[in-house]
């Protein structure tokens, strides 16, 4: 296991900008909290004791190392592409959130807050912030839509038995948005002593960077596993799953600002189809735009309004994505594409039968692309893919079983 580094991707701008993408556009009363953050930040990503404490919880209770795993069975589907995994989905928790959730409590510990506030969607999240939180012995409160708390009861009830309160909000659409909305809220009234913990690399400066700088563990770790593995090859092509961006940025930012980059490729949840208007992908299918406090693609109508995201998965169902992914896509640094629902469940059934491995439905998106990405690359010399694992999908299993039964006419929508 070599040392992992906070600080080898670059900051952003002063403002806090990737390109024109991210910022703080968020009212004045926040401005010396995003100031404290930042600078708290700043003096910690370089500290080798800060470094110590991360990397030994990484090891001691996340899991870490998370496996690089070489996919022979899925990779015979696919002559010209021999697919590596990186299991994510065997950290504490199932996923990749548990890195941030880790580091930004950490950060949290060190500026002398003593209660977290999250806002969660799917509930994932919130299961990680209930998580550290209980870890370290904070206060918590996970604002969740009133929508998705009827969705996601099995997470309502893990952050309540962690010891975590759950605060419904029923405004808007009562979902991922409107709970962020009312997290940011409470956190401008009690800024003193708390500390808010983002889930994925949105929102004002400094979160996306800071998002980025944790999760980047995923990408620095693939860099010294695939050396191990595989000598002098490096990877040819990253392939991800992109909600608002945290674990795919994860897997790229060590190697984006490379000379000699991968191809990168984001994964958005294609829902119904982009042209059904019932989706979550915010580069394929949206415009510029400011959402929690940030400037990046979005998904709103000619009015302004921010349209409802649509997907099969919980977790990609967020309707604007990270700045540097904005950047990243508008420099065509990286490439983004949408995977339909369909796409998905095609992708978690194949690595499901093949290699054993129950994905996320989130994961599964990139998966679902592996047909596309063979037709457009698999005809010349072997190409190493990279696909982050970002989660499992023991979480899925009754949403799927319900699915199958409305397709089948036994129950109703
Ligand atoms: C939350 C989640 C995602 C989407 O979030 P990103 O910030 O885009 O990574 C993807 N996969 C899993 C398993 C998740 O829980």
Redo the contacts with the bound molecule.
Sequence with gaps: MQPYSLAAQPWPSAAGRFGRFGGRYVPETLIPALDELASAYLGLRADPAFLADFTQLLREYVGRPSLLYRAQRLSARYPGLDIYLKR??LNHT????INNAVGQALLAKRMGKRRIVAET??G??GVAAATVAALFGLDCVVYMGSEDIRRQALNVRRMELLGAEVREVHSGTATLKDATNEAIRDWVTRVRDTFYII????GPHPYPML?RDF?SVIGQEVRWQLREQRGDRQPDVLL???????????LFAPYAYLPERPRMIGVEAGGEGIQSGHHAASISGGKVGVLHGAMMYLLYDSEGQILPAHSI?A??D?PG??PEHSFFAEQGLAEYVAVEDRGAIAGMELLARSEGILP?L??AHALGYLPELQRRIGGGPEQIVVLNL???GDKDVAELTRLRQMAAGEVRA
Excluded: F, M, P
Aim: aromatic share 2%; glycine share 26%; net charge negative.
């Design positions: 994510e989905d199932g996923a990749h959130k969607g799917a994932q999240h889930g994925s690399v949105v998002v999760q991800a799953c992109v909600g608002g961006g945290s674990n795919a940025i994860g998965s977790g990609l967020y994505v990270g996320a989130e994961t970002s989660g499992r």
